[in-house]
Nanobody, 118 residues
Framework: QVQLVESGGGLVQAGGSLRLSCKASGNIFIINRLTTMGWYRQAPGKQRELVAT???????NYADSVKDRFTISRDNAKNTVYLQMNSLKPEDTAVYYC?????????WGQGTQVTVSS
């Protein structure tokens, strides 16, 4: 019903920056009513964890590990959520997944790889 496509991942040196994008498509009725959108990540051998979320009213929430380094934003007109990642660290290396929620529906993207070299 809602498809999410991430982009912007890649390889960067420690201290560098990347900007991830996630565009929603599909059921316009649902897309226009999405509540929380966000980013999660999963490193090899670890569980998926929350990175940042943002409500339809643009209230952000961040994991402690990324506060003051990452910024989440949302453009409802473009059905897109962004994650600006600055001061990247090797421990930020993971597959980053986009998520969008509406009522009981929770949609996930395929993920984009972020690799930070030391």
């Amino acid at each position: 019903q809602v498809q999410l496509v991430e982009s912007g991942g890649g390889l960067v040196q420690a201290g560098g920056s990347l900007r991830l994008s996630c565009k929603a498509s599909g059921n316009i009725f649902i897309i226009n009513r999405l509540t929380t959108m966000g980013w999660y990540r999963q490193a090899p051998g670890k569980q998926r964890e929350l990175v940042a979320t943002i409500t339809s009213g643009n209230s952000p929430n961040y994991a402690d590990s990324v506060k003051d380094r990452f910024t989440i934003s949302r453009d409802n007109a473009k059905n897109t959520v962004y994650l600006q990642m600055n001061s990247l660290k090797p421990e930020d290396t993971a597959v980053y997944y986009c998520n969008a929620e509406w009522r009981t529906l929770s949609s996930w993207g395929q993920g984009t790889q972020v690799t930070v070299s030391s």
